[in-house]
């Protein structure tokens, strides 16, 4: 008798609720952790997501659900962690099963702040997780539209090709078409990146500027997330392709966007703060962009990051908006 691999989600925002409906389309069982016990209950009780997606519904009799990480931790094989790259390290605090042995998939869109690494970097430092047992999950796709079961595509990355295929074939749907690849830190960058662009052309549209400037502004975008990525991990990559140019597009552009939601309503006047208490979501572009700036800090020979550099002097030096753009509008061709 063969053994099935058991999948776990970690996490119950949007991204995490659209990764277990995945899952659910192939899987018998699924574990779930999830830190709230309302949440937990409410799921158990009416088969949806109490603040995340709520028109999703689910066969509870496939969900292994828990507020205790490690139970879950244990049971699984495939550890899917979806939880906001500002809040895992508190999280994975709380583990005290031995995971080394596990594979560990990031759908976490930022690194970690007090680190500084990926995630999947942490989890090799920390918990001894060779590389070939990390992947990363990216899009085009947002979870929006995985509860609409429109279609949407997925790129696994793994060092281990059959580990992606695997791990890619179980996301599989009518609705999600997904594929592999080998560049697991370039995609894992991009991830993060595209959340501050996502977060400048919010601010741009909340100033006033219209599509022609958001072309170029996103133009700009991606050759700017190449000479980051290509600094921190070069390797050969086509940037075109969707985990990092249509990845970077659908978060710039889409009404669904959380970060283009948050820098519009900078854009329109809103404090850091205000905007962040009135979302009720996180957005994850907030903290990545201090990452990427204070990492390009750190390197000797710095990359030209005009469009970061003026996301961060917003957000973290508090400089006026309309001022910033008006700078940033000569730098851009």
């Not at 500002?86 to 042995?101: C, P, R």
């Not at 966007?257 to 962040?276: D, E, L």
Request: hydrophobic share 40%; aromatic share 10%.
């Amino acid at each position: 008798m063969s053994y099935t691999i058991k999948y776990a989600v970690f996490g119950a925002g949007s991204w995490a609720t659209a990764i277990v409906k995945m899952l659910s389309e192939n899987l018998d069982e699924i574990g779930w952790y999830m830190r709230s016990v309302y949440a937990k209950e409410h799921i158990l009780k009416e088969q949806h997501n109490p603040s995340y997606l709520s028109s999703v519904e689910f066969r509870t009799e496939q969900l292994k659900l828990s507020n205790d990480m490690n139970e879950i931790a244990d049971w699984a094989d495939v550890l899917i962690f979806v939880i906001p790259s500002a809040f895992i390290h508190a999280e994975l605090e709380k583990l005290t099963v031995d995971i080394s042995k596990k594979t560990i998939v990031s759908a976490v869109k930022g690194i970690m702040p007090e680190t500084g690494k990926l995630v999947g970097e942490q989890f090799h430092d920390e918990y001894n997780i060779p590389f070939e047992n990390i992947a990363v999950i990216a899009g085009p796709c947002h979870a929006e539209e995985v509860a609409l079961e429109r279609l949407s595509y997925l790129t696994i990355a793994c060092d281990d090709v059959k580990k992606a295929q695997a791990i890619a074939n179980n996301l599989s749907s009518d609705y999600i078409k997904t594929k592999t690849s080998d560049d697991i830190i370039g995609i894992e960058y991009a991830v993060m990146l595209k959340n501050i662009y996502a977060i400048a052309a919010g601010i741009a549209h909340g100033l006033g500027y219209g599509d022609n400037f958001q072309s170029v502004l996103m133009s700009n975008s991606i050759r700017e997330m190449k000479r980051f990525i290509k600094k921190m991990h070069k390797m050969k990559r086509n940037i075109n392709n969707s985990a990092y140019l249509g990845d970077l597009l659908v978060t710039g552009y889409s009404i669904f966007s959380r970060n283009r939601m948050f820098g519009n309503m900078i854009g329109k006047g809103y404090t850091v703060k205000s905007a962040q208490m009135e979302m009720n979501m996180v957005a994850e572009g907030y903290y990545a962009t201090k990452s990427a700036f204070d990492l390009n800090k750190k390197n000797k020979k710095k990359t030209q990051l005009p469009i970061i550099n003026a996301v961060y002097d917003i957000l973290y030096e508090g400089k006026d908006a309309k001022k910033v753009f008006k700078k940033l509008t000569d730098k851009l061709d």
